[in-house]
């Protein structure tokens, strides 16, 4: 059995609450952070004020490389 690689990450903009942590509005999941931020800047441009984020979403090929990672 091969060493577990790196995870790939995806960069997901998304909308957050106002009031509590959470999510209110995942946009997608892009391959690259500044594919990422276009959306946010986007939405900036459009008048949101929802605080806005990108999360970082580690992507594993299996559970054993993701228990491997942890």
């Not at 909308?15 to 939405?43: H, N, P, S």
């Not at 605080?51 to 942890?70: G, K």
Request: glycine share 6%.
């Amino acid at each position: 059995m091969s060493a577990p690689g790196p995870p790939e990450i995806l960069y997901e903009a998304v909308l957050m609450r106002d009031d509590e942590d959470g999510i209110v509005y995942q946009a997608g999941a892009f391959t690259t952070e500044a594919e990422a931020q276009k959306v946010l800047d986007i939405w900036q441009a459009e008048g949101r004020t929802e605080p806005m984020a990108i999360n970082l979403v580690p992507v594993y090929r299996s559970a054993e490389d993701w228990d491997a990672d942890r």
